[in-house]
Nanobody, 126 residues
């Protein structure tokens, strides 16, 4: 059974940092792009960041560019999201996802992902 399990969320003050992890099991995702998405209360889920299968390429939403860094450890089948300079508007449930297609660049649309984690809550207080 394929599972993506996020961890590392929590409550942090504005300006603080958190590091999210996404551990995959049931299959290897080392040949697939991996992404992070988030959903704030009352809003639709949105793209945050994506990393290519090799880790050599990444893309970010404009709202997090320069503050968040996505990385991966294919030997550990794990993806990370380092979040710095957090703002109250970063408050959301954060989801990791595995791309539907092997080796296809850095997809940003949710429809291009077919495995999702259960999410981890990030709350940033002002």
């Amino acid at each position: 059974q394929v599972q993506l399990v996020e961890s590392g969320g929590g409550l942090v003050q504005a300006g603080g940092s958190l590091r999210l992890s996404c551990a995959a099991s049931g299959r290897t995702f080392s040949n697939y792009p991996m992404g992070w998405f988030r959903q704030a209360p009352g809003k639709e889920r949105e793209f945050v960041a994506v990393i290519s299968w090799s880790g050599g390429w990444s893309r970010y939403a404009d709202s997090v560019k320069g503050r968040f860094t996505i990385s991966r450890d294919n030997a550990e089948n794990t993806v990370y999201l380092q979040m710095n300079s957090l703002k109250p508007e970063d408050t959301a449930v954060y989801y990791c996802a595995a791309a539907r297609t092997m080796g296809r660049g850095t997809p940003m649309r949710q429809s291009e992902y077919n495995y999702w984690g259960q999410g981890t809550q990030v709350t940033v207080s002002s």
